[in-house]
């Protein structure tokens, strides 16, 4: 089983939907997970951070977290093309170097 | 959010040839960076965990003597890819550890270095 599973993509919507991105691991001990986008040829931007069970809300961005069921997910509200690249799923980690594990991530086309 | 540069941006050089490149924190203090490198098409691959002070850890096949990591002060770290190849050609990029309270730290990221060997 791999460490991090992301849906598989690629995944388009229309512009004005919402994208739905999952994501599950297996480390049980990590206590920060974070979602980050990464356009075609730059490197990765955070966009959200989540550490408790629950659902966090930033703008167009909602993350949910739920540790039982190691996983976690991001809905992105009135997809624009903007949105448009690859998100990538990285739970924080244990011990003192708190190493992200990234899924191989999905890529997000949104159709204007 | 944080920043965290890399210099430089693109690099081209000649096979045999090291190059060095660059990660600072801009607006905090970094005790531990990592580099992924990060082919075409393909996920991030950690490199390397570089601690501030200390000797970096590297990943599992990846030759220390080759990409050499300094992390000489808490906002900068260096990677020098030796005697380079055309297949070290590849997208690097750091990221620097932001401190957060308990478990909530946040790695930042730099924009990446373009490495071309000829």
């Known amino acids: 089983q791999k460490e991090v599973e992301q849906n598989s993509g690629p995944l388009s919507v229309p512009e004005g939907a919402i994208a739905s991105l999952n994501c599950t691991y297996s480390?049980?001990?990590?206590?920060?997970f974070f979602w980050y986008r990464q356009y075609s040829g730059k490197s990765p931007e955070l966009i959200m951070s989540?550490?408790?069970?629950g659902d966090k809300e930033d703008g167009r961005f909602t993350a949910q977290l739920n540790k039982a069921s190691q996983y976690v997910s991001l809905l992105i509200r009135d997809s624009q093309p903007s949105d448009s690249a690859t998100y990538l799923c990285?739970?924080?980690?244990?011990?003192?170097?708190?190493?992200?594990?990234f899924g191989s991530g999905t890529q997000l086309t949104v159709l204007p | 959010g944080a920043v965290v540069s890399q210099h430089p941006s693109w690099v081209i050089c000649k096979s045999g040839t090291s190059v060095k490149i660059e990660c600072r924190s801009l607006?905090?203090?970094?005790?531990?960076m990592f580099w992924y490198r990060q082919f075409p098409k393909q996920s991030l691959m950690l490199m390397a965990t570089?601690?501030?002070?200390?000797?970096?850890?590297?990943e599992q096949g990846v030759e220390k003597d080759k990409f050499l990591i300094n992390h000489a002060s808490l906002t900068l770290s260096t990677l020098t890819v030796t005697s380079a190849h055309p297949e070290d050609s590849s997208f690097y990029i750091c990221?620097?550890?932001?401190?957060?309270?308990?478990?909530?730290?946040?790695?930042?990221f730099g924009p990446g270095t373009r490495l071309t060997v000829l």
């Open positions: 990221s620097a550890r932001a401190p957060g309270r308990g478990s909530t730290d946040t790695q930042y």
């Open positions: 480390d049980r001990v990590s206590q920060s």
């Open positions: 989540i550490y408790s069970n």
């Open positions: 990285a739970p924080g980690g244990s011990g003192s170097a708190r190493q992200l594990t």
């Open positions: 607006d905090f203090q970094a005790t531990t």
């Open positions: 570089s601690n501030e002070g200390s000797k970096a850890t590297y």
